[in-house]
């Protein structure tokens, strides 16, 4: 246990069917970042949040995803319309990044494995 | 573009010494990560290296060469729980992360 949570675990659903996922990151982590997973690849990088503001959006992105971090702790990710193609893992993690710009791991969360039938 | 290239799949015995190679081009350079990650899971944190040379930590070991653009994971007295991806990550200019797509590293008693 890294200690990032991610609710749910699980999530089946249908094509055309919105889905949210949360993700609790190590409290005093200021990063937050999302990613998707397909099998025998790397993670993906989808967006990342630097306290509440959310810094950067992967240019792959497509609209119907959102993510928001309203207070600077957890974080919410929004699939609208979803697509068999959305089928994957979700990975949270957070880091720590210094005001010098030291660079710190991230933590994962144990990932939301998405299924879109 | 950016890009980091690791072996998609190795095979090594149980108790033998094992090398997993990643390269890398990438935007600047701020450290390099290297994960492990078993099947429907999470990657968990591995090495990190920032400036060139070799860091051991037990019985895995993690180089960094920046001026080739090469890093390596050595990992000794292999154990069926190492049975893993092991995934290449590259911090760039932007502080991004950067992901390989990770070598499957597969253990046989």
């Excluded at chain 2, 944190?45 to 960094?64: A, H």
């Excluded at chain 2, 080739?68 to 154990?79: D, F």
Aim: glycine fraction near 8%.
């Amino acid at each position: 246990d890294t200690g990032v949570s991610q609710d749910p675990r699980h999530k089946i659903t249908k094509r055309g069917q919105n889905v949210t996922f949360r993700c609790d990151p190590i409290s005093e982590h200021n990063r937050l970042y999302w990613y998707r997973q397909t099998l025998g690849q790397g993670p993906e990088f989808l967006t990342y949040f630097q306290n509440e503001a959310q810094l950067e959006k992967s240019r792959l992105l497509s609209d119907r995803f959102s993510a928001e971090r309203p207070k600077g702790s957890f974080s919410t990710l929004e699939i609208q319309h979803t697509e068999q193609g959305d089928s994957a893992m979700y990975l949270c993690a957070s880091s720590l990044v210094s005001q010098g710009g030291e660079y710190n791991e991230q933590f994962f969360g144990p990932g939301t494995r998405l299924t879109v039938l | 573009g950016q890009n980091i290239d690791q072996p998609t799949e190795m095979t090594a015995t149980e108790g033998a010494i094992v090398q997993i190679n990643c390269t890398y081009q990438t935007s600047g350079f701020n450290g390099l990560f290297w994960y492990q990650q078993h099947a429907g899971e999470a990657p968990t944190f591995l090495s990190y290296n920032v400036l060139d040379g070799l860091e051991e930590k037990g019985r895995f070991s993690s180089f960094l060469s920046r001026s080739k653009g090469y890093s390596y994971l050595l990992l000794k007295e292999l154990q069926m729980k190492d049975s893993a991806s092991y995934l290449c990550a590259v911090v760039d200019s932007n502080y991004q992360l950067i992901w390989g797509a990770g070598t499957k590293l597969i253990i046989k008693p």
